[in-house]
């Protein structure tokens, strides 16, 4: 027998005896392992939060340090016994959790947040197992200023009516949304935007605090085939060419252009 063989052995005997044979086994904790799935090669940068669900309420939740994720150093996790949903959040975090919800702040951009959640997990007996996989949960969207090194006369802001996740299926939490792009280079700039069930999302321009102009840009995603339910997201580009007064908008290799008008 191996050395991990038995002190997987000694770690088996040890839960085993949590509870004395006399009593009601069904009132003994169950201890849930979180094991990484086989498509994580490296675990995301930042904290990872845990949270377990039974049913309406939740009956764990804690925020591992990055050098506990590093090493896989979870600790022990100890629950009640039944059916739960296992959630596993990796990021560096600004928002906040309400319920369910992790929810930004207001005038934030989406954290680069990867997740994943295991639901019906069988936590009924002294051991159960989770996998985990750090699935994308944000979209980046770079835009390119035409022509490039020509400074941008408005400030651009992207705003929509999804602020957040529900960390129990990953699908969007609903709230107000708007958070100004961020210049990363010369004539580039990058927002991040939470998943989405809709279409509203819209780009501003803006001068000072007016909006001078609004652009569909939910509405124009949708309209390339951009799938919000994907596992991971991807990504998006836009390109705004001053120039000649129109906005491209690349998804997976494919463009589409509209032209807008701004008057001041």
């Not at 309420?57 to 994720?69: A, K, L, M, N, S």
């Not at 150093?73 to 369910?100: C, K, M, P, Q, T």
């Not at 996998?131 to 994308?136: C, G, L, Q, R, V």
């Not at 009516?161 to 210049?183: I, K, W, Y």
Request: negative net charge.
């Amino acid at each position: 027998m191996t050395d991990k063989s038995i002190i997987l052995l000694l770690a088996g005997l040890a839960l085993l005896c949590s509870c004395s044979i006399k009593e009601d086994r069904r009132e003994c904790p169950c201890y849930l392992e979180l094991v990484p799935d086989e498509r994580m090669e490296a675990c995301p940068q930042g904290r990872l939060m845990v949270s377990v669900f039974e049913g309406e309420r939740t009956e764990f939740r804690t925020v591992f340090t990055p050098r506990q994720v590093d090493e896989s150093d979870y600790g022990e996790i100890s629950l009640r016994r039944g059916y739960v949903d296992v959630n596993a959040l990796w990021g560096v975090f600004h928002g906040v959790v309400r319920g369910f919800n992790y929810m930004l702040p207001e005038g934030s951009q989406m954290d680069s947040l990867y997740a994943s959640t295991r639901r019906g997990v069988d936590a009924t007996g002294e051991l159960a197992t989770a996998s985990i996989f750090d699935a994308k949960q944000f979209c980046t969207i770079g835009i390119k200023l035409l022509p490039e090194g020509v400074a941008s006369p408005f400030d651009l802001q992207i705003r929509g009516d999804v602020a957040g996740l529900d960390l129990r299926t990953l699908n969007p939490a609903h709230g107000a949304f708007q958070a100004r792009a961020q210049q990363t280079a010369p004539s580039r700039f990058a927002l991040r935007v939470p998943r989405q069930d809709d279409a509203s999302l819209m780009l501003d321009f803006l001068q000072g605090e007016n909006i001078l102009f609004s652009f569909e840009l939910g509405r124009r995603i949708l309209e390339m085939g951009y799938d919000w339910t994907a596992e991971s997201l991807e990504d998006i580009e836009l390109e705004i060419d001053y120039a000649n007064a129109r906005i491209s908008v690349i998804v997976g290799g494919w463009e589409m252009s509209w032209a807008y008008s701004i008057e001041i």
